[in-house]
């Protein structure tokens, strides 16, 4: 499952046990597996990997996990060095949101996506009533993660995570999944051969990681079985509209709307949480023309900043978060199922003229900042809260447009001095 940061229109996509279109991940920060003492196998050999999973049998059985429910999960479990070469190889790479965007809500996307909600009509109304999750929704995270089914992946889920508890960056984390994966097959929902996912332990038409699966997965068609992998989908995308259910969606509530910013408007309030009435005394109007709905709290949010489309987000675009901790994942899935309902494209025009700033630029842009007094709380080439409240600190004390857009421009003026 992905974990996605979004910087002021640049989408760094960190890719640490991920899905196909973006699943749950709630991992630390990878950090790098110690080197073995001088006489112990290394990291990365089939001796090794064997003598770790007979040190972790003692561990999974003691946390419930019977004998025969391991041995047979085991049985015929390898090192899968192509696992942790995937592991290694993910290069953090940068994107714009619009790009971003362009592929989530592809036309493609959005056809395949009418046709699932005709093809699978009876089923997606019953989940719809039964938790209280539109159907639009359910289908555009079907469509994000998978492809609407099109790629669940076929990796076998335990010897993967096994390889990644062992000779992973996050030996903690893979052994907590490695756990919940055992415990699935505990439980009967599927055999140790047919749990399969993508290479980091994702799995069926809506990438659950295992410890989620044993969370939120739901037996919605009622055979005994939560059968997320099989090619029919209902138990998965039940189990999708479950997790936003526990998560705390609200029915009828979007995610958020296109506004329109009157001239001179203070862009020191993106990012701040106001009810609808003040935002609308503020002259925000939405983009189409009209007073903002009265959905509850709304928080300004210019993805690209003062130049790019302005929206008011709700509490179902942080719920959607929950799902995936992504601002540029949440408005995906939100736009993907409004053009599903019938909407047309955003009316404002992005910036697709700005370039995102490589990794090292973002560290550069850290440390200028902090020279200057305006703490980042640390340079990791992320761009977090912190950096971008550093950054409209900056834009205020420099007298520019305090959007906390973080762009080649604004790493220029800062070169400037």
């Known amino acids: 499952m992905r974990r996605t940061v979004i910087a002021a229109g640049m989408v ?3 890719l640490p046990g991920c899905g196909f ?3 749950v991940d709630r991992s630390a920060r990878p950090e790098a597996r110690p080197q073995a003492p001088a006489g112990q196998s290394q990291p990365g050999s089939q001796s090794g990997f064997n003598r770790w999973v007979e040190g972790f049998r003692s561990r999974a059985l003691s946390q419930g996990i019977a004998p025969a429910t391991f041995d047979r999960a085991f049985r015929s479990a390898s090192f899968m060095p192509s696992v942790v070469r995937n592991d290694q190889n993910q290069a953090e790479f940068t994107r714009a949101i619009w790009d971003y965007l362009d592929n989530a809500v592809s036309p493609t996307r959005i056809n395949n996506g009418r046709e699932k909600l005709a093809q699978h009509a009876q089923a997606l109304q019953a989940i719809e009533a039964r938790y209280g999750v539109e159907k639009e929704i359910v289908v555009a995270i079907w469509g994000m ?3 609407y089914g099109s790629f669940r992946g076929t990796t076998p889920i335990i010897p993967a995570l096994a390889t990644l508890a062992y000779d992973g960056r996050r030996g903690a984390f893979f052994e907590e999944q490695l756990i919940a994966a055992l415990r699935i097959v505990q439980a009967g929902d599927i055999s140790p051969e047919g749990m399969t996912g993508s ?3 994702a799995m069926g038409h809506t990438q659950f990681m295992p410890t989620s699966y044993l969370e939120h997965a739901v037996d919605f068609t009622g055979d005994g079985r939560r059968d997320i992998w099989s090619d029919d989908p209902r138990d998965a995308l039940a189990s999708a509209a479950a997790y936003l259910a526990n998560a705390g969606w609200r029915r009828g509530q979007p995610w958020g709307v296109e506004v329109q910013l009157p001239s001179g408007f203070d862009h ?3 990012g701040t949480s106001r009810p609808a009435a003040e935002w609308s005394r503020m002259g925000v109007t939405l983009a ?3 007073a903002v709905p009265d959905h ?8 690209a900043g003062a130049r790019g489309p302005a929206f008011l987000t709700f509490a179902n675009f942080r719920v959607i978060k929950r799902y995936n901790s992504s601002d540029s994942y949440a408005m995906g899935i939100g736009h993907l199922a409004d053009r ?3 909407a047309g494209p955003f009316r404002a025009e992005w910036p697709r003229g700005d370039r995102p700033l490589s990794s090292a630029e973002r560290q550069e842009l850290q440390r200028l900042l902090t020279a200057r007094g305006f703490d980042t709380g640390g340079v990791d080439g992320r761009i977090g809260p912190n950096t971008l409240a550093a950054v409209r600190a900056y834009q205020v004390s420099a007298g520019i447009t305090a959007d906390g857009y973080v762009s080649a421009d604004l790493l220029a003026r800062l070169r400037r001095g």
């Open 12 to 14: 760094g996509l960190l």
């Open 21 to 23: 279109g973006g699943a």
């Open 145 to 147: 993660e998978s492809s």
């Open 199 to 201: 290479w980091a332990g």
């Open 268 to 270: 020191r309030t993106t």
């Open 288 to 290: 189409s023309g009209g």
């Open 296 to 303: 509850g709290a709304a928080e300004l949010f210019l993805p």
């Open 340 to 342: 599903l309902r019938g």
